[in-house]
Antibody, heavy 130, light 107 residues
Framework: QVQLQQWGAGLVKPSETLSLSCDVSNESSTTVYWSWLRQPPGKGLEWIGE???????DSHPSLHGRVTLSMDTSRKVFSLRLASVTAADTGVYYCARGAVMRTAPYVGGRKIYYVAMDVWGQGTTVIVSS | DIQMTQSPSSLSASVGDRVSITCRAS??????LNWYQQKPGKAPFLLIYAASTLQAGVPSRFSGSGAGTDFTLTITSLQPEDFATYFC?????????FGLGTKLEIK
């Protein structure tokens, strides 16, 4: 089954760039959305962004363009860089697979895609501190 | 962004009880609603997708219902391993958003 193993620095200085990567094992589908999420201490989950197999990416507008997502399909690794970090960026960061769990017919021959995060990395605690 | 309001924020129950958690979206999301379970120190785990479809391997005591803006996760006959935090998530449109979570505790 698909497995995600994430890695990266757990301590980042304010104003520097957070960098995390996620190794993908046993994935053959190209219809997936490789995603990053985070969870501040004691709080809920926040979607950071996603990148497709073909390199199309999308990220949370609240991160004001600080996010860079990349995908190395040959090495099966996808990565997150978050620039100009502050203490508010402290938390547990997760990589996840956004999979199309189900489709349904839609008008004009199109389809509706039901996406969910069905495989997760183990999580990386990132602390922003000098 | 679509806001997800989840209630209650915490819930005490006993083994064998039936509990329900609700999630309301700030606008219609059709059936693009997922439920996750998270235990301390662990990554979230997908329970239900598309509002009512059980993920493979998830026990049938878990069920989901709803469409549009109002959704419910129900757990019948609570088991000790069900005591955890539950999150709803809308996957209708990005940025995907989550409810703040419901912590289910043993009474």
């Amino acid at each position: 089954q698909v497995q995600l193993q994430q890695w990266g620095a757990g301590l980042v200085k304010p104003s520097e760039t957070l960098s995390l990567s996620c190794d993908v094992s046993n994935e053959s589908s190209t219809t997936v959305y490789w995603s990053w999420l985070r969870q501040p201490p004691g709080k809920g989950l926040e979607w950071i962004g996603e990148i497709t197999h073909y390199g199309r990416s999308d990220s949370h507008p609240s991160l004001h363009g600080r996010v860079t997502l990349s995908m190395d399909t040959s090495r099966k690794v996808f990565s997150l860089r978050l620039a100009s970090v502050t203490a508010a960026d402290t938390g547990v960061y997760y990589c996840a697979r956004g999979a199309v769990m189900r489709t349904a017919p839609y008008v004009g021959g199109r389809k509706i895609y039901y996406v969910a995060m069905d495989v997760w990395g183990q999580g990386t605690t990132v602390i922003v501190s000098s | 962004d679509i806001q997800m309001t989840q209630s209650p924020s915490s819930l005490s129950a006993s083994v064998g009880d039936r509990v329900s958690i609700t999630c309301r979206a700030s606008e219609t999301i059709n059936s693009h609603l997922n439920w996750y379970q998270q235990k301390p120190g662990k990554a979230p785990f997908l329970l239900i997708y598309a509002a009512s479809t059980l993920q493979a391997g998830v026990p049938s005591r878990f069920s989901g219902s709803g469409a549009g803006t109002d959704f419910t996760l129900t757990i019948t006959s609570l088991q000790p391993e069900d005591f955890a935090t539950y999150f709803c998530q809308q996957s209708h449109s990005t940025p995907y958003t989550f409810g703040l979570g419901t912590k289910l505790e043993i009474k």
